[in-house]
């Protein structure tokens, strides 16, 4: 599947990106991707000069979902697995690095 590619500011109307979308309440989630944007930038140059923007048509949108107490437990839930050193167990005040496996204390023993 190719999606149509549009150069910078030549996107037609009533498409939107993840942010124009955000600002307006909707969630890009399960949204429809019916383009892209595409442009020249340095910011782009170790990945072939160009950046790209997805373009979701509004109308398959749906609203953000609010957050709820027990969305926000799960999330603390999840970011404490993050903090917890699979070695020693320990909950570090910092998420462990991927690149080490566990924590500093663990890695330098
Ligand atoms: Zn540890």
């Given amino acids: 599947m190719t999606l149509p590619v549009y150069r910078y ?3 037609p109307h009533g498409l ?3 942010t124009q979308l955000r600002a307006a309440g909707l969630s890009a989630a399960r ?7 595409r442009w020249r930038s340095r910011k782009a140059r170790h990945y072939g000069g160009y950046r790209v923007a997805y373009l979701y048509d509004p109308a398959t949108a749906r609203p953000v979902r609010p957050m709820t107490a027990g969305r926000w437990r799960s ?15 320990a909950v570090q005040p910092y998420v462990i690095p991927t690149s080490l496996g566990c924590c500093w204390p663990c890695a330098g023993a």
């Fill in 9 to 11: 500011r030549l996107a």
């Fill in 16 to 18: 939107m990106t993840r």
């Fill in 31 to 37: 949204a429809e991707v019916v383009g892209e944007l």
């Fill in 75 to 89: 999330h603390a839930a999840m970011m404490r697995a993050r903090r917890t050193c699979p070695d020693c167990k």
